[in-house]
């Protein structure tokens, strides 16, 4: 079959339903005894990349956090569960589950109309934002650079709420350099890590009741609040701001991966990834199936504009890779799925247009933290991705990369050779530094209890997170044995020797038979002792869980991911 007969037969069997997520269908939810002042509606749910589409869901919009408590207590007494939807660019199902229906009593709750104040105290090392948590990330960092402030790193995308890039743990790509000195106020892990107190919904065991609470950063009880994997209602936070910094992101498409990901041996390369973070600090490898250059991205502070560097005043600067009508994200998915063969083609061309985009001035920009760090927008491909967090010493970098790409590689082939091409997305990784208490702005702060890159303190020596995703489109055929096998290979080599894997709650993991997020192994043991080993008893997998549970006995924010994992190891 030629390439033109694919699309026309690909066309033919797509509906053209480019409806955005969370489309109002009903204008009433109809729901037993809910208060008549807060205002409901049913909506159609759906997840990033549409493996979660559920329509008739009942979502209400609170107005103020009086309203969210009456609809959090009336959920308790009907028997309902209540989950916090943000902008559902999520792969996991910590909210809704592929299949579930209005009959199971779940309530939504969107706080995108009401809950996006921000505000700004300045101290004269660091400053503190209180924000509410509905606020969108480009927004945020908007009202940030107005008052001088930024990050060290964030997610690429811009349109994530701040409360759901908090509940999973949400990152960029950054390390120190050799001779970095840090400003005040900066973090190079997560954004949980920047939390210096929050406002949680929690059970109040005197009034009997769920009650806003405010927990401060010191407080042992905050722990699991920090990154709580949609098991939390998180209203508003304050955390730490550093000073705005202007950054360079420059691209490369002609290295080898041979070369960046040589051997720590192989001595003869000059442009490894540790070369390059010791330079910068600052990377990301996108590399697409049966290529062998990928799109590398080099992020570099530069308080001055580089002779060779465009100035940028707004982010999302490659558009090539961003204006992606959602019909075209079908139309691919269609091709893979009906002739997977032209994977190794498909891949050539896709590095091919990037190649040539990046010959324009895209190739090297420069500005605000802002307009560099935030390039991927909601209509870039739908497609679904793996995600883990390898911990590992700075030293030890190199050498992971290379086997896991050597790994990664050898099972293409092996596929390929058996006429299987399970993936069609790229590689992509990413570089950053721990959850260091250390960097938070609060004597004695304390650790985010299930944050993916907590440091472990039986390993001083591992002070870095790389962070390893798979992409594919949804359906693709033998995309879960693929990546069942992958991820049993990457427990294994990473098990603590030189390196410790943990997985990435946003994205895929747990992979069984049919389906992410199933196998027994992974869900009851090996996740519950990636928070287990090495740390100390008052905050880990087992204390977290037991808090989690006091703040929430009723278990009104819990999805049935989080049953099956919080009753594993307890």
Known sequence: MSSSDLIKQSYSQLSFNQSQENIIVDLDCHLPNFPNEIECKKIIFKNWSGEINIPNMPCCMPRTSAEVIAVVNWAWKENYKVRPIGQAHNWSPLVLASGQNTSNRILLMDLSKHFTNVHFEHQSEFSIVTAQTAILMETLMTRMEEQGLGFAATPAPGDLTLGGVLAIGGHGTAIKTHNEIPQPGHVYGSLSNTILSLSAVVWDAKSQQYVVKRFERNNPDCAPLLTHIGSSL?????????????????????????????????????????????????????????????????????????????????????????????????????????????????????????????????????????????????????????????????????????????????????????????????????????????????????????????????????????????????????????????????????????????????????????????????????????????????????????????????????????????????
Request: hydrophobic letters at 40%.
């Open 234 to 570: 998180i209203l508003e936070v304050q955390f730490q701001a550093g000073k705005n910094q202007r950054l360079r992101c420059q691209s490369f498409t002609q290295i080898s991966m041979d070369e960046l990901f040589a051997a720590p041996e192989e001595t003869q390369y000059q442009h490894t990834i540790t070369q390059f973070l010791d330079k910068s600090g600052r990377i990301e490898v996108i590399l697409f199936p049966f290529t062998n250059k990928p799109w590398l991205k080099v992020w570099s502070v530069a308080p001055t504009r580089p002779p060779s560097s465009v100035e940028v005043k707004t982010p999302y600067n490659y558009p090539f890779s961003d204006n992606v009508p959602l019909v075209v994200s079908d139309i691919s998915s269609m091709i893979f799925t009906i002739a997977p063969e032209v994977t190794p083609l498909m891949g050539e061309m896709k590095y091919q247009l990037v190649n040539a985009a990046l010959q324009g001035y895209t190739k090297d920009i420069w500005g605000w933290s802002k307009n560099v760090l935030l390039y991927v927008k909601p209509t870039t491909l739908r497609v679904t991705a793996n995600g883990y967090a390898v911990l590992t010493r700075r030293a030890d970098i190199q050498h992971v990369l290379h086997v896991f790409y050597e790994q990664w590689k050898k099972l293409l082939v092996t596929y390929a050779t058996a006429g299987k091409y399970p993936i069609n997305g790229p590689i992509e990784v990413r570089v950053t530094g721990l959850d260091t208490p250390s960097e938070v702005m609060v004597e004695n702060a304390v650790t985010s209890s299930l944050s993916a890159i907590r440091p472990r303190p039986d390993k001083t020596e591992w002070d870095v997170a790389i962070w390893l995703d798979i992409l594919t489109f949804p359906g693709t055929p033998h995309a879960i044995e693929f990546l069942n096998q992958f991820e049993k290979w990457l427990f294994k080599e990473f098990n603590g020797t030189y390196a410790s894997a943990r997985v990435e709650w946003s994205k895929g993991w747990a992979y069984g038979k049919t389906s992410a997020w199933e196998d027994k192994e992974v869900l009851t043991k090996t996740i519950p002792t990636s928070f287990t080993e090495g740390l100390p008893t008052d905050n880990n997998w087992v204390s977290a869980v037991s808090a989690l549970q006091q703040h929430d006995p009723h278990h009104i924010f819990r999805s049935p991911l989080l049953d099956k994992l919080f009753t594993a190891g307890n």
